[in-house]
Nanobody, 126 residues
Framework: QVQLVESGGGSVQAGDSLRLSCAASGRTFSFNAMGWFRQALGKEREFVAGISWNGGSLNYSDSVKGRFTISRDNAKNTVYLQMNSLKPEDTAVYFC???????????????????WGQGTQVTVSS
């Protein structure tokens, strides 16, 4: 079956960096938009970043723009989230998601994503 598995989370200090990975298995997502979302304790899940199937279109939330970079390696069926200059407010469970429709534009709404990982915890202390 299709699986998305996130890794790379952890506990860091403010200003540090982390790189999250999301490895997909069960089908290829080389022609599908992928996204990262996060959910802080007591809050709703929110869009963080998205990337089109060929990496030509990137989309970021205002809160992470300029600090986070999303990328993908279609040969490895993997998407990444490089997080720099981390802040305590970045603390959350980070989820990887995939759009089942091919060649669709990057979307921010969860409804457009059909496959989800189990999440990885990122904790940033001040």
């Amino acid at each position: 079956q299709v699986q998305l598995v996130e890794s790379g989370g952890g506990s860091v200090q403010a200003g540090d960096s982390l790189r999250l990975s999301c490895a997909a298995s069960g089908r290829t997502f080389s022609f599908n938009a992928m996204g990262w979302f996060r959910q802080a304790l007591g809050k709703e899940r929110e869009f963080v970043a998205g990337i089109s199937w060929n990496g030509g279109s990137l989309n970021y939330s205002d809160s992470v723009k300029g600090r986070f970079t999303i990328s993908r390696d279609n040969a490895k069926n993997t998407v990444y989230l490089q997080m720099n200059s981390l802040k305590p407010e970045d603390t959350a469970v980070y989820f990887c998601a995939a759009d089942a429709s091919r060649f669709r534009l990057v979307r921010r709404a969860e409804v457009y994503y059909d496959y989800w990982g189990q999440g990885t915890q990122v904790t940033v202390s001040s």
